[in-house]
């Protein structure tokens, strides 16, 4: 079983960024895409971006196209979300996951996720 650990959340005003990371306890990282989801109040959970095994490959949401960025550090088993000009529709738990590539579906179990609060 991976576990999965979320932090870098925070409350940030509007137009502000924020950095998450995600570490996995896996010696097998590199081998799966991860992917960030989040969880608004009220809000079932929702895809924001992806990244293939090695890095290459990232996919994003509509709603954070341009703002956020993707990334994985394979030799610290990690995966962060860049996140900049933020605004309160941001509002949420954002968590990591593995997922498959082809359908952004997730394959493991939730970490705790992080908050991030965003004011306008």
């Known amino acids: 079983q991976v576990q999965l650990v979320e932090s870098g959340g925070g409350l940030v005003q509007a137009g502000g960024s924020l950095r998450l990371s995600c570490a996995a306890s896996t010696r097998t990282f590199s081998s799966y895409a991860m992917a960030w989801f989040r969880q608004a109040p009220g809000k079932e959970r929702e895809f924001v971006a992806r990244i293939s095994g090695s890095g290459i490959n990232t996919s994003y949401g509509d709603s954070v196209k341009g703002r956020f960025t993707i990334s994985r550090d394979n030799t610290k088993n990690t995966v962060y979300l860049q996140m900049n000009s933020l605004n309160p529709e941001d509002t949420a738990v954002y968590y990591c996951?593995?997922?498959?590539?082809?359908?952004?579906?997730?394959?493991?179990?939730w970490g705790q996720g992080t908050l991030v609060t965003v004011s306008s």
């Open positions: 996951n593995r997922v498959d590539w082809g359908t952004s579906r997730s394959l493991g179990a």
